[in-house]
């Protein structure tokens, strides 16, 4: 009976020291090893990026007030002018009755004034006379002034929309490719290009004139234009809820046309942020939520954090702290009160 309880309490003890070591087997199992890094403060420009298409800075379709034949185009397409370069003379049946008219008033003038110098006429017949000529004058160098068209600013020939020799009257003319226009030649600033874009009403508050922006277009994906904002419509539309903004960049030599794609990012104020590394950022499964975990006298406790800007490498976030150590490597494994062993 005695050698009985001695074997009972042998293979008690013997199972207690086998429990005592699978605890510290246990405890040793939930030190994590982990590798981390320091959350920094740092100033950081943040940008809005949009899509948009390319307009020249001007343009118009210029024409007469009066209908005539095409009798000279003094330009071809592409070719250059500047502001008062005449463009486009017409012959107008209007103007060439206005200037026999006035021929033949002008000859009724040096008539009326040599006899009123030799005093055989009276100085109110004189002035009824020198009256008409006058008229006849101005008529006729505003009919002229009418039957031509000339550069309302300096830019580039674009298209004429009514050949020479063709009778040209103030409607609109259908060409392929363009809508309803009307006028004779159409003329576009290209050396300034706008690029407009359409921003919502959530960010048309940030946005302000002069503001630098960078410009990329599928033509050109190697290359970054520069500009600056120009215009912030005043109004938005009742149906898209957003705000028309132009960007205007220098194009003299010509790269950008017209109709391109544009890309454009706008910077916004500098500002402070807490800088962390993409790998340190745990993502919740399910929820969409993003955390890090903080680590502190070897324990981990997890942070929601929400992004504010990213580059390649960073990100900057909202809620936390810069100077915190955070976990990187090992962090999926972590959660609030683990103990971590940290590694290199």
Known sequence: MRKNSICLLSLLLIAAGCEKQKTGETKAERIIPITTTVSIEKKYAPDMIFTG????????????????????????????????????ELSSELYTQALIERNTLEKDFERVSRLRDKGSISEQDFDHVKAQYDASVAKTQMLKKSAEVRAPFAGTIVDYIVQEGENYFFSPNLKPGYSMTSGIVQLMQLDIIKVTVDVNEKDISKIYLNQSANVVFDAYPEKIF?????????TLSTLTRT???????????????????????????????????????????????????????????KVQVSRKFSNEKFIAVDGLKPGKTIAVAGKSKLSTGCRVKVGK
Do not use: W
């Open 53 to 88: 298409t390319a307009f020249a800075n001007k343009e118009a379709n210029l024409g007469t007030s009066l209908p005539g034949r095409i009798e000279k185009c003094y330009f071809i397409e592409g070719q250059k002018v500047n502001k008062g370069d005449l463009i486009v």
């Open 226 to 234: 520069t500009g600056k904002v120009k215009s912030v419509e005043p």
């Open 243 to 301: 705000a028309k903004v132009e960007i205007q960049i220098n194009n003299t030599d010509l790269l950008i046309k017209p109709g391109m794609f544009a890309r454009v990012k706008i910077f916004l104020p500098e500002q402070h942020a807490v800088f962390i590394p993409f790998e340190s950022i745990y993502r919740q499964p399910g929820t969409g939520l993003e955390y890090v975990f903080v680590i502190d006298n070897n324990i981990a406790e």
